[in-house]
Each structure stands twice: as C-alpha cells, then as structure tokens.
C-alpha cells in the first residue's frame, strides 16, 4: 500500500484479498454465513451502526426499488439519510449513498482503510460484501446521517446487514429463489427472510402470499403494516412515460403521484416505501414534496430506456418472478412494436423457465451471450433453452457488447430492443450505449 492514507487503487487491491460471493468465491459446500465475524467487525469500529435509525429491505424482488425510493422520501423530509444496495451496475460507488450522492472514491477508500485496521486486527475471515457493509455504516455514522436505509443482500437471518436492529423491517415479495442457499422449502425461505424482524421492529409487508406469511407473523415485533390492510394502491391511472397512482397510507392518501416505472410491482415498491417513510419520520409527508421527489427519481435497470430508434430497454429482471413482471410491463406499455432480446443469465437458475417467463418465443430475435462473471452461464446453454422452447431466431454471440449492438441492429426502428437477465449485461450495455 502506498503512503499513510490509502488511494482509490490501494482500496480495490485490498478488497480483492476476500472472498466475493457476488461472484460465486465461495465453495458450494460452505455452510451458510452467520453473523459472528461481522459483530466482531462492528464493535471493533465503535458500532457506527448504533447511531442510525435503520430501514432494513428484504424480498424476493423489488428491495432496490423500494430501498432507494425510500431513502429519496426521508432525504426528502429533511432527514440525514444514507443508502447501501447491491450489487451496482457500472461502479461500486453506486452502492452507497447518501443525501442524493454517491460515495466518491476518496471517500469509499478512506472508508474501506478503517475497515481494513479493525479486520487486520481481529485477523477476521470476512467476504467483500461484509467489508462493503461496515465501510457503508462506518461512513453513514462519520458523516452524521441520522438514518440508513439497508437492502438485504441475500436472505435476510444471516446476511451482514442484519448486524442492524431495524426499526422498520421490509419485505418486498416472496417467490421461489436462492432455495439451493435457504431452503429446501419455500417456508424455510421465508424463515430467513424473516430473520429482519427484531423486537422492536415495525414490519411492512409487501405482496406476500398467505400461505408465506406465517414466519414472518411468528416474530416478536414493535407493529405490521400489510399492503391492501394498513397501507394499499388505491388507483392508477396510465400516464405518458408512467403512471398516476394513489396511495393509502393509515388515515393519509397520497394523490395523482406520478412514478415514471412501469408496472404494478413498482406501485407496490412505492406504497412499501412511503409507509417506512411515514413510520420513520412519525408523520405522512407533504403531498407535493413527494411528488417531486417520486416524479423526477432515475433508477438504473428498473425499464430504464437507454436510447430511441429502436427503444433500448434496460431491465435487471433475473428470476422467473421479475422476468414476469418485466413481460407485463412490455405487453402493457409496448404492445404493438416488434421485440428484440438480449440476454445473459447466470448459473443456477433454469434459463428455459426464465425466458418462458419473458415471452422469448414471440420474438423477432434473442441475442444469447454471456459477461465476465464467474458464475455466468454459457451462451450456447442459454441458446439451447430458448430453442427448446419454440424461438425462432436465435443468435449466438459470446462478447456481451457486441452482442448488445447486435441486438439493436436487428430490431426495427419502431421495436424494442430488451436487455436483461443479470446486472453484469446491463453495465456493458450502458458503457456501449451511452
């Protein structure tokens, strides 16, 4: 490491010292993580995380949506508040943010060397997603944010967010995914997910079955707040480039909020973050504050077009469930144009489930690639299954941004071109397109 105070370069050469689960580091045989090396790692620190008032995020999907249009609305009232989501797109900054910035990289390395000497001392075996959380929390308490709003890396129980106690507990959705890590069952997935719910939690349930629900009812909490009980989407109403939608939260109904993402699950994330909202501040918020604040929000690779002649889509739908969600969207706000996909996946999902889901076989063509995950599946398995099921004009292509100019090439001016299936094509798709 050069000189007493790390660079942007000495950080990342640090953090490649550590296992990345991201990206498929560590060995399938390794038990599920626990929470021991990351309490360690917090007290080592002063426990930062104990000056903030926590808004944790679990779901299936949906928990970066809802995580950042939550953070948007207490920013909003005039509280301190910081973000940390995962993964990012094009820059790890992206990750952690706070009162409408992201961390710079001074800041993100100057961050990530206090973590350093805590680990370095305790000679903790750690990953580079617990080390990614305590420099987030370390940075939120240094710069004085009153509040963290958290989103769940995976499950929830065991996952080094939950080294927080939540005042407010999410939890976005629930579907089949990551039962190879928290199941076999789809209660013992909702079991982990539950792990968020502390004593002196209030939880806000999203769209959760009620055959799901019980686990996350069992624990000991502060309040529940359940979508169409406590707090519901009254109306919605299409709009040019969104949706007008009201929102019912207690006694309080937000009015004609336009929200620029497409779908009904995002209506959902909006409800969601809007009653943490109202929980964490004590009160609703001014009705015209928060349609500033919802009607001007970006989000990366959530229906974000990225270019016109044809229309390029970005989406991070990466499960059956958002692969879903994503053909309602198209079938709704794009139903005449022709359609061009390009998609890369990775392991451990069936690829032939997911491009059923998206629709693929109505296609004028899927682009079948793959990026430089280590877990990123192969294109030719990716072909194989949307041949399998029924589509036409399927193209091979194994450099991810290539593959990404090929698809827009093939799709009509007036088409769509989607692009999905992990955040990895997304970053290369924004780097070439932009």
């Keep these: 490491m050069s000189g007493d105070i790390w660079s942007w370069g000495d950080a990342q050469e640090w953090l490649t010292r550590f296992p990345d689960r991201e990206q498929g580091d560590a060995p399938a045989e390794e038990p599920t993580p626990d929470l021991k090396a990351m309490t360690a790692l917090m007290e080592m620190l002063g ?40 993964p990012h797109i094009a820059e790890v900054t992206e990750r952690i943010w706070a009162n409408g910035d992201n961390i710079t990289k001074a800041e993100l390395a100057r961050s990530l060397q206090a973590v350093s000497l805590a680990v370095e001392h305790l000679g903790l075996s750690v990953t580079v997603f617990e080390i990614m959380t305590a420099a987030a929390l370390w940075w939120f308490s240094d710069i004085g944010c009153e509040m963290a709003v958290l989103e769940v890396g995976f499950g929830g129980a065991s996952d080094a967010t939950t080294v927080c106690d939540a005042q407010v507990a999410v939890v976005t959705s629930l579907a089949d995914d990551h039962l190879d890590l928290f199941g076999p069952t789809r209660r013992d997935l909702a079991t982990e997910k539950a792990g968020i719910i502390k004593p002196d939690s209030v939880l806000i349930l999203g769209d959760i079955d009620d055959d799901d629900v019980e686990p996350f009812l069992d624990r000991p909490r502060l309040g529940t707040m359940r979508l169409g009980d406590e707090f519901a989407v009254t109306s919605v109403t299409a709009a040019i480039g969104g949706s007008l939608v009201d929102i019912r939260v207690g006694e309080h109904t937000y009015a004609d909020i336009f929200l620029s993402l497409f779908g009904p699950a995002h209506t959902n994330n909006l409800a969601m973050a809007l009653a943490a909202a109202d929980v964490m501040s004590g009160a609703p918020g001014d009705d015209r504050g928060v349609s500033e604040i919802v009607g001007s929000l970006h989000i990366q690779g959530r229906g974000e077009i990225v270019g016109t002649r044809p229309t390029m889509l970005l989406d991070n739908a990466h499960n059956v469930h958002a692969a879903t969600h994503l053909r309602s969207i198209l079938e709704e706000n794009f139903p005449d144009g022709p359609r061009t996909f390009v998609v890369a996946l990775r392991t451990g999902r069936d690829p032939a489930d997911f491009l059923d889901a998206l629709g693929v076989q109505d ?70 397109l932009e």
């Design 47 to 86: 426990s930062p995380q104990l000056d903030l008032a926590i808004v944790q995020v679990t779901g299936t999907n949906g928990k970066t949506t809802t995580a950042r249009l939550t953070a948007e609305l207490l920013t909003g009232r005039a509280k301190s508040t910081g973000l940390y989501t995962s």
């Design 363 to 432: 296609a004028v063509a899927i682009v079948c690639t793959h990026t430089d995950s280590p877990k990123a599946l192969s294109e030719q398995a990716l072909a194989a299954s949307a041949r399998d099921i029924g589509a036409d004009h399927v193209v091979i292509e194994s450099d991810a941004a290539q593959a990404v100019l090929i698809g827009r090439d093939l799709t009509p001016d007036d088409g769509i071109c989607v692009i999905t299936g992990t955040h990895d094509i997304l970053g290369v798709a924004k780097s070439v």
